[in-house]
């Protein structure tokens, strides 16, 4: 039974806070859609997701009013369809991507995820077209979002396909800067993530299932500032707190869609997952411990704590967590990360500091149009770096502005917000990316 002052303090969050639930997101399972035509697996794919996911939509608004709790968005994630296209050219993978995309208008989810490939050990036929597609297809498409897996501790780092992801980066930028906002690579990629651009259906999730992610920087924040003058322990425990009631709250939606679609549960990804609205920001949570800006020395300390304290809050509350989990730093989705890059308080290099400690990577960061593509995957090398060595997800959402200089914004709109370019290292990585091959895995990976 919940009593009156929760219930209370419940509402307070949702209309004071910014407190969300920022995604329901349906896993499809394609596997039985399997078919070397590209025509029928086309056929396949969009049937398979119309038929599970019809009543997606509604159900998030029913739950939405029958409990006043925001569900900013719904969202279908499939099968990474690398593993479908082993057959298929690239004009065949394409027609994939713009079948994902009449599927996802027709139902009326905001995102659906899943255009993605596994490379961390090697390419197949399937990895490679699709990789090749990637530029194409995001242009040719409005809600379908990319990922590739470059890398993870048990394989090590594929520098071949990281020194092809920073020319697809540079391609779809020239194609369609807003493309480079629906792709991203990873390391240590989880099968259950609900948020995008990552999101798919992982291989050994069920056929269909329901997960959900939280948000609620801004109730973090809140706390932290009424608990006033107290040391980091007794703010650490607020956050434990505050996380515990969030991710309680996602868990109640997530088993009531559950029911209610006759779909399993999955998980609860707790992470928080801030917006350009004024408030519900992580980098304003940092800035509540008392640091004078966002990204000055202190901040990976601040941001370390937050990331543990949130997880450890979450994992009380639900049996069933999962996704990323913690905390993220999206430059240009988070209010306060937007205003500290802005005067220059927080650089390319700050932020990289602080995917060491966070949930993800360096996500939704605006850098020059003429950045070269070995630079970009020069980039993305140190971020997989960081993420193998450290048994952890990281990820690379970058933006490379055509046409845009250091000083300039880029805007996207909604909740992908806007960006000020910021300054990238210009000096070339390119022979080091040049030489291929693949950065072994780390001693720590041999654990059976």
Excluded at 100 to 105: G, M
Excluded at 273 to 284: E, Q
Excluded at 347 to 358: F, H, I, N, P, R
């Amino acid at each position: 039974m919940f009593e009156a002052k929760d219930i209370i303090e419940t509402i307070s969050m949702i209309r004071e806070e910014c407190l969300d639930i920022r995604t329901i997101t349906m896993g499809i399972s394609l596997y039985d859609c399997q078919c070397d035509n590209a025509d029928r697996l086309a056929t396949r794919i969009y049937d398979r997701i119309m038929s599970r996911a019809r009543d997606l939509v509604k159900t998030g608004e029913e739950i939405e009013k029958k409990y006043g709790i925001p569900i900013i968005n719904k969202r279908v994630s499939v099968t990474p369809i690398a593993l479908m296209a082993g057959g298929l050219d690239v004009d065949g993978a394409v027609k994939l991507a713009r079948t994902l995309d009449r599927a996802a208008h027709e139902l009326g989810i905001n995102f659906i995820g899943g255009y993605s490939a596994l490379v961390q050990k090697g390419f197949t036929n399937g990895s490679r077209t699709l990789i090749s597609s990637i530029p194409q297809a995001l242009a040719e498409t409005e809600r379908v979002c990319s990922s590739v897996n470059v890398a993870s501790t048990k394989a090590g780092i594929n520098m071949d396909a990281v020194a092809e992801m920073g020319r697809v980066i540079r391609e779809t930028a020239e194609r369609q800067s807003i493309g480079c906002a629906k792709l991203v690579v990873f390391a240590n990629v989880p099968e259950d993530n609900p948020f995008m651009a990552g999101a798919f259906h992982g291989i050994g999730e069920p056929e269909t299932v329901i997960n959900v992610g939280v948000s609620g920087p801004g109730v973090v924040a809140s706390a932290i500032r009424r608990k006033g003058a107290c040391d980091l322990t007794e703010v650490a425990e607020t956050i434990k707190r505050t996380a515990f009631k969030i991710t309680r709250v996602g868990q109640l939606v997530a088993r009531e869609a559950s029911e209610r679609l006759g779909v399993p549960f999955g998980i609860v990804d707790l992470s928080l997952a801030p917006t350009p609205a004024v408030g519900d920001s992580v980098a304003y949570i940092l800035e509540s411990m008392g640091l004078e800006k966002c990204g000055c020395h202190g901040t990976t300390a601040a941001l370390a704590m937050l990331n543990d304290a949130v997880k450890k809050g979450g994992v009380m509350a639900s049996s069933h967590v999962g996704g990323l989990s913690g905390a993220f730093i999206p430059v240009s989705e988070d209010a306060g990360m937007i205003e500290a890059a802005r005067c220059g308080a927080l650089s390319l290099e700050k932020l990289e500091a602080m995917t060491a400690v966070c949930s993800v990577g360096l996500d939704m960061i605006a850098i020059p149009g003429d950045t070269p593509a070995e630079v970009i995957s020069g980039i993305i090398a140190d971020e997989m770096a960081i993420g193998v060595v450290n048994s952890k997800t990281t990820a690379v959402r970058l933006i490379p502005a055509i046409g845009c200089k250091v000083g300039d914004a880029i805007s996207f709109g909604g909740l992908l917000g806007e960006a000020p370019v910021i300054p990238v290292n210009t000096c070339s990585p390119a022979g080091f990316i040049g030489r291929g091959g693949r950065i072994p895995a780390p001693i720590q990976s041999l654990k059976n």
